[in-house]
Structure formats: C-alpha cells, structure tokens
C-alpha cells in the first residue's frame, strides 16, 4: 500500500522528498548483527523488484555490529527464507560513515539501531536518511520495530520475513507512487 495515501507520516515524506533520484532509490538495510533481519530484509526488497520488473534500485544490507563480518545470514534465516523462495547469499558487513553517501534511505530494524545509525550521520541532512523499517508497516501490525530473532525459536524468524514482506512492499509502492 502507498502509505502516504492512508496516514499522516512526515518523517517518510521528508526523507522520499531528499532521494536524489526517486526513480533510481538506494536503500540501505540495517540490524545489529547483519545476519538475521537486515539480509532477508535485503532479500525481501530485491524478490518484490523482481516480482514488479522493478529497475534500477541499490539494495543492500550492513550491520551497526562487527561480530560476524564476511558471514552468510544465519543459517536459521537462511532455511526461514529459503521455504518462501528467497535465497540470502548476502556477506555480513559493518555499517560505516560511508554509507550516508551511497544510499538515500538507511532503514534500521529497531531503536537502538536507529539510535547507533544517527550517531553516525555525518550531517544533519543525513540523518533524514534514517527510518525505522516499523514506519512501513500498516497500523493494523502492532510492532514498534522488528523484533531480533537470534535468541527466539522458528516463530521469531516468521514474525520477521512477515514483517519484512509488508514493510518492503509497502516501501516499494509508496516510493513508485511518489515518483509518478
Ligand atoms: P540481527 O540479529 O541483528 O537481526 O542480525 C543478531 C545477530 C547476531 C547477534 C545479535 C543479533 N549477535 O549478538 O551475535
């Protein structure tokens, strides 16, 4: 759904109105670890833009953590998305200063990657780049962030690819319907 069409959400018109060029967005996916909610959610924007015959985004994913640089998604992921014909082949890596001039959107997972992902913005400017993926949800999802599944059983890892669907399409039709 176009979120802008249903809800009053200037946080997200502001951050749409400073993408360089609408029609060629760069998004960026961000979670602690970058091995469980950021790469399916990079998978999950890169299936629906395949679905739509979309061209021409930059879709990646990074973490605020360093634990597990160069690693595939957990395997636990890996088997959640795999049932639901996504494959994560994405190779675990920090977010840096960098990242605010590559990308016009820098979507974190919860606060306190949000909280990690502001410190970081070099400028003000930049931190308008900064959304939490729980503002792409509809209202009828009572989740305030996307909750990390490492600790928790299969349903955690559901919880998230279901969010993580509605949010990346809801992403999807609200920028294509702000770029027309
Ligand atoms: P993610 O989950 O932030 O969704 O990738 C986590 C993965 C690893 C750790 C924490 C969260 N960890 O502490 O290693």
């Avoid at 400073?18 to 990079?42: K, M, Q, T, Y």
């Avoid at 957990?74 to 990242?99: K, S, Y």
């Avoid at 993926?133 to 990390?148: G, N, W």
Wanted: charged share 30%.
């Amino acid at each position: 759904m176009n979120l802008l069409e249903y809800f009053d959400l200037p946080r997200l018109r502001e951050a749409l109105e400073s993408v360089a060029d609408i029609r060629h967005p760069r998004v960026l996916f961000v979670c602690l670890g970058n091995i469980c909610r950021s790469p399916a959610a990079e998978g999950m924007m890169l299936s629906v833009l395949q679905e739509k015959h979309a061209h021409g985004w930059t879709v990646d994913s990074a973490g605020t953590g360093n634990y597990h640089i160069g690693d595939l998604p957990d395997p636990r992921m890996r088997a959640h998305a795999r049932r639901r014909g996504l494959e994560l082949t994405h190779r675990c890596r920090q977010v840096r200063e960098a990242d605010f001039d590559r990308f016009d959107l820098i979507i974190g997972m919860d606060d306190s990657n949000i909280a990690r992902l502001r410190a970081l913005a070099p400028t003000p400017e930049d931190e308008l780049k900064v959304l939490p993926m729980a503002l792409l949800l509809s209202d009828k999802r009572h989740f305030d962030h996307i909750p990390d599944p490492y600790y928790e059983g299969a349903e955690g890892f559901e919880t998230v690819l279901d969010l993580l669907d509605e949010g990346t399409r809801n992403l999807y039709d609200t920028m294509s319907a702000f770029g027309s």
